[in-house]
């Protein structure tokens, strides 16, 4: 059964960090896109961050290009997204998502999606 399990989530001030992690596992993910994208209360969820196996291509949403970095260990399965600088507006469920396909997992059309954790940014 495949599963990517996020955490990292939680409560922070205005102008603090989070790092957020993504654990795949239930099949073999080499060749796969991992990305990150992020649903705020009453709204739809929108694209935050992609990365490719091997990392050698990465793609950010405007509103986070210079205070968000995405990573991934290959050998952990893991994904990563570093979150700096944060705002109140930064706050929503951030989802981890994968697929074979890079450009369908950057428009949200990915084939494994996890549960989401919580991120909070106090003013």
């Known amino acids: 059964q495949v599963q990517l399990v996020e955490s990292g989530g939680g409560l922070v001030q205005a102008g603090g960090s989070l790092r957020l992690s993504c654990a795949a596992s239930?099949?073999?993910?080499?060749?796969?896109?991992m990305g990150w994208f992020r649903q705020a209360p009453g709204k739809e969820r929108n694209f935050v961050a992609a990365i490719s196996w091997h990392g050698e291509r990465t793609d950010y949403a405007d509103s986070v290009k210079g205070r968000f970095t995405i990573s991934i260990d290959n050998a952990q399965n893991t994904a990563y997204l570093q979150m700096n600088s944060l705002k109140p507006e930064d706050t929503a469920v951030y989802y981890c998502?994968?697929?074979?396909?890079?450009?369908?997992?950057?428009?949200?059309?990915?084939?494994?999606w996890g549960q989401g954790t919580q991120v909070t940014v106090s003013s």
């Open positions: 239930g099949r073999t993910f080499s060749g796969f896109t």
């Open positions: 998502a994968s697929g074979n396909n890079y450009p369908q997992v950057a428009t949200g059309r990915a084939d494994y």
